[in-house]
């Protein structure tokens, strides 16, 4: 027996993993992530550069107030941006100067032009002109440093001294720190929620394709009739488990492949070379990833088999379509509920909802990111999901005995219940 | 009569509809075995019942003396009617799949993979995924997947369905060599004279239910018997009224008389030469068709 399913698991997971599907979905998730996660990092890093701005200060006496405080403001920046301020004479029209300056900008002969008008700081607003209004950083300096001169020059004017006040309104801000297991304090400012969502979406992904990688392989096998062949040899239930097992091992291989990749980019120099210096990836810490990989075991084999179960009633994915969708909703649920967790991640609600098994190996993983879940309710979690996944093999293998040989009409739910009292 | 599959009053309902109603059957070893009877008789349900791919309302099937089991039914090679191999697999590998599953360790299932693509001609097919091969190499795939295990038994359901007759003969010669070899077949099938020259016993199944088993030699007998056939002018009222006829039956042409026991076939022929132009006058040797027809018809006079 054993040697049967392992020749069906054999069969099941090289059929896979030599697909191009398979390498097609393993490379591109990691570049897809790693797009959403690197690239803001990498551009906002990137906002370095020498900019030549034209200064048009009507009011006549900003110019120099402004270019000190981009001064200041630049200088503690280390990312290499450098902005000349360029004062420019009205004349005897301002539209015209207006209008000959935008030219230059137009030429490249500067980056942008600023615009004081004369009856700042009490009315009117700065105009800033530039042909790329998206250079993120540039853009922000001059903003500050505006605003910086003008609030200033009023406070002064209301008999109020600039510096002081600047001392007096500092932020406070506030630094988050996560209790760990041990009462150690981490500093945390979301990457560990970040990785935890990007690792829940990993989780529904998974469960979600594979599951119906095992529908498929059902209905592949009905609608080529080789089932019969097989299973005069293999039983029923020999033949679903090892289509489960052998798919699951694909995904599995899929989180190797991941880890390794993940591993190398990590490595020290790895991220230098990659040119993103100042950007760190979060660590992962080991118990999150060993809970991954439980969770998704324990989703894809309680889902899988309701997949199997669907794709042994039906003759094509089109008859399936609406078993599937309800299958496919207990998995979109959780993400529906995940504000719900991420509120009051110890609540009442939330410890039921994460221990409820069809939603526990999302919920109760994203509890884990947020809070200390009890080791008991862990464990609850795994008990209870165990004891799912046995109930639903139990009665998908009877659907799946009888339906794998059934063709022509569409079964109604009624059949599938005569069919589970039946068998 | 050592029987090497032996079935006792199998019995299978769906809702109303019998399918199988109380067949029983002994197929001797070393037998070419015809399971017989038109579409929807009963004759698939039957060999599904045997390889337990469906289970029975009642009855037992005794293989090699013992109940058959899910372990012990791997013995047999079987080829079902619905045929289908897995599109996208490689043909090596397939048969290698179809060989481990049934228990032979993956390089002697390879190598006698091997050797059946060769005698096949398909050896240069091996790497190629079984969707490029045409229907019929497919139908041949299927096969040496079932006999890639040496079955002593093989349970063919409709063979030579889809087969040109290039290959139909070919597999004829292949199952009538296997057969010299010890290896007991049973063939369903509906289409009888496929089937007329291999099968050395039969059992007709009509209706759910079998009217017609033993040796087909001895069938013959039965059937033939007594009984000339011939053709001549003579209306069919006239020729009943002869010396000795019991019945005539319409075949073709011709006339088939059959003679109560002891009467001579020389009185008849005399009598119809006195009235009669006679064409031909030949004692009758009934094919599988001939039987089969009569047989229906008499099961159809019981009601």
């Known amino acids: 027996m054993i040697n049967r399913i392992l020749a069906v698991i054999r069969r099941e997971y090289l059929e896979r993993v030599r697909t191009k599907a398979f390498w097609i979905s393993t490379i591109l998730v990691p570049i897809f992530l790693g797009a959403v996660m690197i690239v803001p990092a990498w551009l906002a890093a990137r906002g370095g550069g020498e900019f030549s701005v034209a200064v048009l200060d009507l009011s006549g006496r900003f110019f120099d107030p402004v270019r000190d405080e981009v001064g200041r403001l630049l200088s503690g920046d280390d990312e290499k941006l450098s902005v000349t301020l360029h004062s420019q004479e009205p004349g005897p029209s301002v539209e015209a100067t207006r209008e000959r300056l935008k030219n230059e900008v137009q030429n490249k002969v500067f980056d942008g032009l600023l615009v004081i008008p004369s009856t700042m700081p009490d009315e009117g607003q700065p105009e800033y002109v530039a042909p790329n209004v998206a250079a993120f950083k540039l853009l922000t300096v001059i903003e500050r440093s505006v605003n910086n001169v003008m609030v200033a020059d009023r406070l002064t004017g209301a008999g109020l001294d600039p510096e002081a006040v600047r001392e007096l309104t500092r932020r406070v801000g506030l630094n988050t720190l996560k209790l760990g297991k041990d009462g150690e304090e981490t500093s945390d400012q979301g990457q560990t929620f970040m990785l935890a969502y990007v ?84 660590a992962v810490p080991a118990q999150l990833l060993f809970f991954f990989v439980v969770y998704f075991v324990l989703g894809f084999l309680l889902y ?16 399936a379509q609406n078993f599937q969708g309800v299958v496919t909703m207990f998995l979109i649920v959780p993400l529906v509920l995940m504000m719900q967790i991420l509120n009051q991640p110890d609540g009442t609600l939330s410890v039921v909802l994460s221990l409820i098994p069809f939603f526990t190996p999302m919920l109760m993983f994203l509890r884990m990111t947020l809070t200390q879940v009890p080791p008991i309710q862990l464990a609850a979690s795994v008990v209870l999901m165990l004891g799912a996944i046995l109930f639903c093999t139990w009665i998908v293998a009877k659907i799946y005995r009888v339906g794998i040989l059934m063709h022509g009409s569409k079964p109604k739910f009624k059949d599938l219940v005569r069919w589970v009292r039946e068998a | 009569m050592d029987a090497i599959l032996d079935i006792q009053n199998l019995c299978k309902r769906y809702g109303d509809h019998v399918a199988v109603d109380d067949i029983s059957f002994s197929v001797p070893r070393g037998s070419v075995y015809g399971l017989l009877g038109p579409n929807g008789a009963g004759k698939t349900t039957t060999i599904r019942m045997v390889m337990r791919i469906i289970a029975s309302d009642s009855g037992t099937v005794l293989l090699d003396g013992q109940p058959v089991n899910d372990d012990r039914r791997r013995i047999i090679g079987y080829l079902p009617e619905e045929r289908g191999l897995y599109k996208k697999m490689k043909v090596l590998e397939h048969l290698v799949y179809l060989g481990t599953i049934r228990g032979i360790r993956p390089g002697e299932a390879k190598k006698r993979a091997a050797a059946w693509l060769e005698r096949f001609d398909l050896a240069e097919w091996a790497t190629n995924k079984v969707e490029d091969l045409s229907k019929g190499m497919q139908q041949k795939i299927q096969f040496i997947g079932t006999i890639l295990h040496r079955p002593p038994l093989l349970i063919l359901d409709e063979p030579f369905s889809g087969l040109d007759p290039i290959n139909t003969r070919a597999l004829k010669d292949l199952l009538q060599e296997m057969a010299s070899e010890g290896v007991t077949i049973v063939l369903s099938t509906h289409v009888l004279p ?5 099968c050395s016993d039969i059992c007709l199944i009509n209706r759910a239910r079998p009217i017609l088993l033993g040796s087909l030699e001895s069938i013959r007998e039965d059937y033939g018997g007594n009984t000339w056939r011939v053709q001549s002018d003579l209306p069919e009222n006239e020729l009943a009224a002869l010396p000795g006829v019991t019945s005539v039956h319409p075949l073709g042409d011709e006339r088939l008389l059959e003679l109560e026991d002891g009467s001579e076939a020389r009185d008849l022929l005399r009598a119809l030469v006195d009235r009669s132009q006679v064409e031909s006058f030949t004692r009758f040797k009934p094919d599988l068709e001939n039987i089969f027809i009569r047989a229906v018809e008499e099961d159809k006079a019981h009601d």
């Open chain 1, 304 to 319: 899988g088999t309701l997949y199997a179960g669907i794709g042994a009633a039906f003759d094509t994915e089109q008859e």
């Open chain 2, 194 to 198: 496929q089937v007329d020259e291999l």
């Open chain 1, 199 to 282: 690792f829940m979406m990993i989780i529904y992904m998974t469960v979600l394709m594979y599951g119906i990688y095992v529908m498929r392989g059902v209905l592949e096998e009905k609608s080529s009739h080789v089932i019969e062949v097989i299973v005069s040899t293999v039983k029923p239930f020999e033949l679903m488990l090892g289509k489960i097992l052998g798919i699951g091992a694909v995904g599995l291989t899929q989180f190797l492949i991941w880890s390794l990749l993940m591993a190398a980019i990590s490595a020290p120099g790895a991220v230098a070379a990659l040119g993103i210096s100042g950007m760190e990836l979060p």
